[in-house]
């Protein structure tokens, strides 16, 4: 597990921080998963997210901002526990995953700032 110092406190820096530890052959089995096929990382990369991050430990900044981030004005959420949260951070990874694959140039450029 991180140090408790080297927790990710938001959505965009645990995306950044798991990516940055996924393998190529990890990153394309993920980005290759179809979206309804994301809960079957549930525990393998879920359980390395929810342990990595402190999800159980105490990181509450990263579990208050993944409750916000999934907010909509319709369906405020006021809490969210390390199951769904590293749900959601699978799926945000998922997403930036397919979206530098899509755009190559873009993603480079993200990566060097």
């Not at 809490?79 to 949260?85: C, L, Q, R, T």
């Not at 951070?89 to 450029?109: F, G, M, Q, T, Y």
């Amino acid at each position: 597990m991180l140090n408790k110092s080297q927790w990710p406190e938001t959505t965009s820096s645990a995306v950044d921080w798991i990516i940055a530890s996924l393998d190529e052959k990890e990153k394309q089995i993920i980005c290759e998963t179809k979206k309804a096929d994301l809960i079957s990382l549930h525990f393998s990369l879920g359980i390395y997210i929810r342990n990595q991050l402190g999800m159980h430990s105490g990181n509450n900044a990263l579990m208050k901002d993944c409750a916000r981030s999934e907010s909509s004005d319709d369906t405020p959420y006021l809490y969210y526990d390390p199951d769904s949260a590293s749900g959601f951070l699978i799926e945000a990874v998922w997403k930036r995953l397919r979206h530098d694959r899509r755009s190559p140039a873009k993603a480079k450029a993200s990566r060097s700032k």
